[in-house]
């Protein structure tokens, strides 16, 4: 359904002239029809760059977003824009995504309108089973943001992506700001959405814990490259790289056989280590490791893992 190949994405670096950071480094990423996919890492490893990028928000450096095998930058300008509208966002923080002086149908509906998606007379009609389809009472349509409880903007947030009928949502930590009690709820919403719309979703997350709950499938970003991937069973019995399972360690009370805690914090982006990415902080970095960048490579059905000892 959506694909990006090979997408970089630079960003100059404030007050170091001429200086540019490589947020996003070289990524593939696929996310077939129906199929929920969770994108994980800490923070700054350029989950929320590859999230914007899939979304159409900002255009790669360098590389390619395909919808159905189709190049949307290479697409004339109307197919372009239909195109993107079947990728639509839901932001972490449903606060500030949602405009406080606009009503909860003005703001699902918007984009329908703009668009001209459905007639002037059903509009309407539209935004309310938008409201009933992610579990809101279709009569609040009138009341404005503020009237709602955090995990209930985050549903307004999701109808309005809804609202213009997209195969695919792109969520960025969509359920990090929200109390731990509604979490489970919206966890719930996307599993439901899947099943009985068969919605895509790219689900972005910094716990693997919340993305092994309801996603087919895991890809595993460290410092803007994908370092492993895989379906969500392997990726939890048998995680091969050790940043997963120093992740997966830290998602669990308990540390799992063989598994390690992860030392210290993430370098920044802006200054990479040299060979693999993850070297300094590994437990079984090897001389070898600080040269050579190591490649994705098989290691099990759909499961590929950028390590030199994997395989
Ligand atoms: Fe660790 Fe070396 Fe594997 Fe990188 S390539 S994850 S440093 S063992
Ligand atoms: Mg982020």
């Not at 009341?143 to 009928?165: K, M």
């Not at 969500?232 to 992740?247: G, I, K, N, S």
Request: hydrophobic letters at 45%.
């Amino acid at each position: 359904l959506a694909e990006l190949r090979g997408v970089s994405r630079l960003f100059p670096i404030p007050g170091r002239r001429g200086a540019v950071l490589r947020a996003v480094d070289g990524v593939d990423l696929a996310v077939r029809r129906g199929e929920l996919v969770g994108l994980v890492g800490e923070s700054g490893c350029g989950k929320s760059t590859v999230a914007r990028i899939a979304a159409g928000l900002l255009p790669p450096s360098a590389g390619r977003v395909l919808i159905d095998g189709q190049d949307v930058a290479a697409l004339p300008a109307a197919e372009g824009r239909a195109a993107r509208l079947r990728v639509q966002m839901v932001f972490q923080n449903p606060h500030a995504s949602l405009n406080p002086r606009f009503t909860v149908e003005e703001i699902v509906g918007e984009a329908v309108r703009y668009h001209r998606l459905v007639p002037r007379d059903a509009l309407a009609e539209h935004v309310a089973a938008q409201l009933l389809r992610v579990g809101l009472d279709p009569a609040l349509r009138r009341h404005h943001p503020h009237r709602f409880s955090g995990g209930q903007r985050q549903r307004i947030g999701i109808a309005r992506a809804l609202a213009v009928r997209p195969d695919l949502l792109v969520c960025d930590e969509p359920v990090t700001a929200l109390d731990v009690s509604v979490r489970a709820g919206i966890l719930n919403l996307f599993l439901d959405l899947r099943d009985r719309n068969g919605l895509a979703i790219l689900f972005i997350s910094h716990d693997l814990s919340v993305v092994g709950h309801i996603c087919d499938r895991v890809v595993v970003m460290y410092l803007g490259r994908v370092v492993e991937e895989g379906p969500v069973d392997a990726l939890f019995e048998r995680p091969r790289h050790p940043y997963t399972q120093a992740l997966l360690a830290d998602s669990r009370s308990a540390l799992p056989e063989g598994t390690v805690p992860v030392r210290g914090e993430a370098p920044s982006l802006a200054e990479r280590p040299a060979g693999c990415p993850f070297h300094p902080r590994c437990p079984m970095a090897r001389p070898d490791c600080r040269r050579e960048v190591p490649a994705l490579r098989g290691v099990g059905e759909g499961h590929r893992v950028a390590c030199l000892l994997a395989g």
